[in-house]
């Protein structure tokens, strides 16, 4: 170890006091405020500048609608492009469990399904037409008239499997709601007196399309396929044709007749006199409007095997 002589001990002990001393001195100056002049009192001092005050808020509010602006501008564009997708699985899934509705609701009313309407009962176990039954009685022989539930698996088909008065899904609905009294169904909804809501109706529909459009085949699928539809239409309104849609032709003609009774009903009657003086005037249904027919467009000829 080297050792120091004593001189160069002392040197070394006076640069330290002094080191030391120069530290102290400058912690103390530098803790201590340089006032000059009168001391004010700090309820009386100058308050900071406006724009002391308000840059650093005004800072905040840019910043933040900055922040806003650039989240909006990529939610919104997300959003838009995504909704779609939501809306459509959505949709599925309702759909889906109108189905699983329906499916339950065709089979008989049990303590395990309690929503059993049993359409089964008379349109068979898989909805092909069960067994035949009585739908009236002859009133002038007294004859049982019987009749056979219509085959549900190809009610899609329409026309196209042996249901002339099915040409969209309206009609099934139709059918659903206001029954077939000619074929021994009752009326459903209780619209007419019927058991079943809209919700219900709308269940069995769902789930009738969804069973019967596995039987058959596409390009005669009148739920599903607009040119069958069309071509359903097209068939039926054949001036060949003996039956028709109740929603699309019957329907339709007996509103038009109930309202043109309660327009005749409402309009004053014309006095003879006038009637007398005018024999140039058109003759007229005695309603006072003509008549309605429904419009029927021709084809050239039915497709084989296909009537109504």
């Known amino acids: 170890m080297l050792a120091l002589t004593t001189g160069a001990g002392v040197i070394l002990l006076a640069l330290g006091a002094v080191f030391v001393i120069a530290a102290g001195g400058g912690l103390l100056l530098r803790s201590r405020t ?22 650093p808020l005004l800072q905040k509010l840019q910043g933040w609608g900055v922040l806003l602006t650039a989240f909006f501008v990529l939610w919104i564009p997300f959003n838009w492009v995504t909704e779609p997708g939501t809306n459509l ?15 339950l609701a065709v089979l008989p009313y049990s303590e395990e399904n309690q929503v059993g309407i049993g359409c ?14 009585q739908i009236g009685v002859d009133p002038v022989t007294g004859a049982v008239i019987p009749g056979r539930p219509a085959n549900l698996s190809t009610v899609c088909g329409g026309p196209f499997t042996g249901h002339p008065q099915i040409w969209d899904v309206s009609d099934i609905q139709g059918t659903i709601v206001n029954g077939r009294a000619s074929l021994g169904m009752p009326s459903w909804s209780i619209r007419e007196a019927g058991a079943l809501d809209d919700q219900q109706i709308n269940d ?48 339709p003609l007996l509103d038009a007749a109930a309202a043109a009774t309660a327009k005749a009903s409402a309009a004053p009657s014309a006095p003879s006199a006038s009637a007398a003086a005018s024999p140039s005037a058109p003759a007229t249904a005695a309603s006072g409007a003509p008549s309605a027919t429904p419009t029927l467009s021709p084809v050239a000829a039915l497709p084989p095997g296909v009537s109504c």
């Open 120 to 133: 089964t009962r008379c349109h068979g176990p898989e909805l092909k037409g069960g067994t035949i039954i």
């Open 89 to 103: 699985a959505q949709d599925q899934s309702l759909k889906t469990a109108a189905i699983a509705r329906g499916q």
């Open 34 to 55: 340089r006032r000059s002049g009168l001391e004010i009192p700090r309820a009386m001092r100058p308050g900071p500048s406006d724009q002391a005050l308000e840059t």
């Open 204 to 251: 069995l529909v769902n789930y009738l399309v969804w069973y019967s459009s596995k039987n058959v085949p596409f390009s005669e699928n009148i739920c599903l396929n607009p040119d069958a539809q069309k071509a359903a239409v097209a068939v039926c309104t054949a001036p060949s044709a003996t039956i028709y849609s109740y929603q699309h032709v019957i329907k």
